[in-house]
C-alpha cells in the first residue's frame, strides 16, 4: 500500500481494529443482535463499502459481538475475491484484504462462531492461490503439508481426503460447491494428501487470467479463452474426477464412471487402494450437529444418488429426507 497516497474508505474501516485490540481504550458497549444481519442485507443489496463502515463503527464499541467480527471478515474476504476477478489490480491489493479477514475470523472463532472456524479456512486457501499465482502449483505443492494447515474442523478436512480418495491416480479434481472445494484444498495443500491429484477451481479458470495462466501450465494444456476445450484435451492425458455436487456439463463430455464418492473420466477411472472414513464427521455429529455436519451429510447423500453402494458400506448410518438415498 502507498504510504503516500489516501485510504481507501473499504479500508479504513480496518483501523478501528486497532482499537479493539486495545481493551484498555475501548469501553464494551452492549451487543446490537440486528448489527450483523443488518450489514449482510446491505452487502446483499450491493453496498458492501457501507456494511463494512457499519460493523467497523459498531465493532469499535462492541468488540463481544462474534456475528458481527464473523460479518466484517466476510467483507474483506468478498473483496480481496473481487480483487482477482477485477485483474489484480487497486491498492490494497488482495493479501492486505486476507489479512483483515483473518484477524476478523479469528475473533468470530475465539467468540465460538461455528462459521468462523470455515471462513477462516477459506482465508487460508485463498492465501495460498495468490502463492500459486506467483510462483505455480509445483511451488505450492512443494510447502505441503504445513505446520499450519487451514483451521477448519477435522470432518472438513476428512472429507477433503475422501474426495482426493476418491480420484483415480493422477487425476484433475472440479468441484460442485464452496465446502467441496474449500475440504479438498484442505486436504491436498495445507495437510499433503494425494500429491499426485490437482484440484482444480472451475470458476476461478473462467475468470482469473493468472490463476489460468498456472492451471494450464501445470496441466500442459493450452491457456485458452474457451475453459471446456482445456478440459477436453486434458482428459485425453488424464482422468477428470467430479466431486458430488459437480456438473458434469460444464467440463468434459464423458464417459462417465462411478467411483466411490465421484464419477471420473478419462484414460484410467480405476480407483486407488486408499481408505475412505467418516469417523471424524460421525465423532462430530454425535457431538453436536451444526449446519456444517449437515452440509457435509448432503455431500455424502448426494454421493450415494450416484453410487448406491455407498449405503451399505461408508453411509450405512446416514439418512436426510432431503436427500433420499440411504435409510429410506
Given at each position: 500500500?502507498?504510504?503516500?497516497?489516501?485510504?481507501?474508505?473499504?479500508?479504513?474501516?480496518?483501523?478501528?481494529?486497532?482499537?479493539?485490540?486495545?481493551?484498555?481504550?475501548?469501553?464494551?458497549?452492549?451487543?446490537?443482535?440486528?448489527?450483523?444481519?443488518?450489514?449482510?442485507?446491505?452487502?446483499?443489496?450491493?453496498?458492501?463499502?457501507?456494511?463494512?463502515?457499519?460493523?467497523g463503527?459498531?465493532?469499535?464499541?462492541?468488540?463481544?459481538?462474534?456475528?458481527?467480527?464473523f460479518?466484517?471478515?466476510?467483507?474483506?474476504?468478498l473483496?480481496?475475491?473481487?480483487?482477482?476477478?477485477t485483474?489484480?489490480?487497486?491498492?490494497?491489493?488482495?493479501?492486505?484484504?486476507?489479512?483483515?479477514?483473518?484477524?476478523?475470523?479469528?475473533?468470530?472463532?475465539?467468540?465460538?462462531?461455528?462459521?468462523?472456524?470455515?471462513?477462516?479456512g477459506?482465508?487460508?486457501?485463498?492465501?495460498?492461490?495468490?502463492?500459486m499465482?506467483?510462483?505455480?502449483?509445483?511451488?505450492?505443492?512443494?510447502?505441503?503439508?504445513?505446520?499450519?494447515p487451514?483451521?477448519?474442523?477435522?470432518?472438513?478436512?476428512?472429507?477433503?481426503?475422501?474426495?482426493?480418495?476418491?480420484?483415480?491416480?493422477?487425476?484433475?479434481?472440479?468441484?460442485?460447491?464452496?465446502?467441496?472445494?474449500?475440504?479438498?484444498?484442505?486436504?491436498?495443500?495445507?495437510?499433503?494428501?494425494?500429491?499426485?491429484?490437482?484440484?482444480?477451481?472451475?470458476?476461478?479458470?473462467?475468470?482469473?487470467?493468472?490463476?489460468?495462466?498456472?492451471?494450464?501450465?501445470?496441466?500442459?494444456?493450452?491457456?485458452?479463452?474457451?475453459?471446456?476445450?482445456?478440459?477436453?484435451?486434458?482428459?485425453?492425458?488424464?482422468?477428470?474426477?467430479?466431486?458430488?455436487?459437480?456438473?458434469?456439463?460444464?467440463?468434459?463430455?464423458?464417459?462417465?464412471?462411478?467411483?466411490?464418492?465421484?464419477?471420473?473420466?478419462?484414460?484410467?477411472?480405476?480407483?486407488?487402494?486408499?481408505?475412505?472414513?467418516?469417523?471424524?464427521?460421525?465423532?462430530?455429529?454425535?457431538?453436536?450437529?451444526?449446519?456444517?455436519?449437515?452440509?457435509?451429510?448432503?455431500?455424502?447423500?448426494?454421493?450415494?444418488?450416484?453410487?448406491?453402494?455407498?449405503?451399505?458400506?461408508l453411509?450405512?448410518?446416514?439418512?436426510?429426507?432431503?436427500?433420499?438415498?440411504?435409510?429410506?
Amino acid at each position: 500500500m502507498n504510504p503516500e497516497r489516501p485510504i481507501p474508505r473499504f479500508v479504513a474501516a480496518c483501523l478501528t481494529l486497532v482499537c479493539v485490540l486495545a481493551p484498555a481504550a475501548v469501553g464494551q458497549g452492549a451487543i446490537d443482535p440486528n448489527v450483523a444481519p443488518r450489514a449482510a442485507a446491505m452487502e446483499r443489496a450491493g453496498d458492501r463499502m457501507a456494511a463494512t463502515e457499519l460493523l467497523g463503527s459498531y465493532l469499535a464499541t462492541a468488540p463481544g459481538d462474534g456475528r458481527a467480527w464473523f460479518q466484517f471478515g466476510r467483507m474483506y474476504l468478498l473483496a480481496a475475491r473481487d480483487w482477482h476477478e477485477t485483474g489484480h489490480t487497486g491498492d490494497p491489493d488482495g493479501a492486505l484484504y486476507l489479512d483483515l479477514a483473518a484477524i476478523a475470523f479469528d475473533h468470530a472463532v475465539n467468540l465460538q462462531v461455528d462459521s468462523g472456524r470455515i471462513f477462516r479456512g477459506a482465508v487460508e486457501m485463498e492465501r495460498d492461490l495468490i502463492r500459486m499465482e506467483r510462483t505455480g502449483w509445483s511451488a505450492l505443492r512443494a510447502e505441503s503439508p504445513r505446520r499450519d494447515p487451514a483451521p477448519v474442523p477435522a470432518f472438513i478436512a476428512e472429507l477433503g481426503a475422501n474426495l482426493l480418495n476418491s480420484c483415480p491416480a493422477n487425476a484433475v479434481l472440479i468441484s460442485g460447491n464452496e465446502l467441496e472445494t474449500l475440504a479438498s484444498w484442505v486436504a491436498a495443500v495445507g495437510m499433503g494428501y494425494r500429491a499426485d491429484v490437482f484440484p482444480l477451481l472451475w470458476n476461478r479458470l473462467q475468470t482469473d487470467s493468472l490463476y489460468r495462466r498456472q492451471a494450464t501450465f501445470s496441466l500442459g494444456v493450452q491457456d485458452t479463452a474457451d475453459p471446456a476445450s482445456m478440459m477436453r484435451a486434458m482428459v485425453a492425458r488424464r482422468p477428470l474426477c467430479l466431486t458430488p455436487f459437480a456438473d458434469t456439463m460444464v467440463a468434459a463430455p464423458g464417459p462417465w464412471v462411478v467411483t466411490r464418492l465421484a464419477i471420473v473420466t478419462g484414460p484410467d477411472t480405476s480407483p486407488t487402494s486408499d481408505v475412505l472414513t467418516i469417523s471424524q464427521f460421525l465423532s462430530s455429529q454425535r457431538h453436536r450437529s451444526t449446519t456444517w455436519t449437515h452440509a457435509v451429510s448432503r455431500i455424502y447423500l448426494q454421493a450415494a444418488r450416484r453410487n448406491l453402494l455407498l449405503c451399505g458400506g461408508l453411509l450405512a448410518y446416514l439418512s436426510d429426507p432431503a436427500y433420499p438415498a440411504c435409510g429410506q
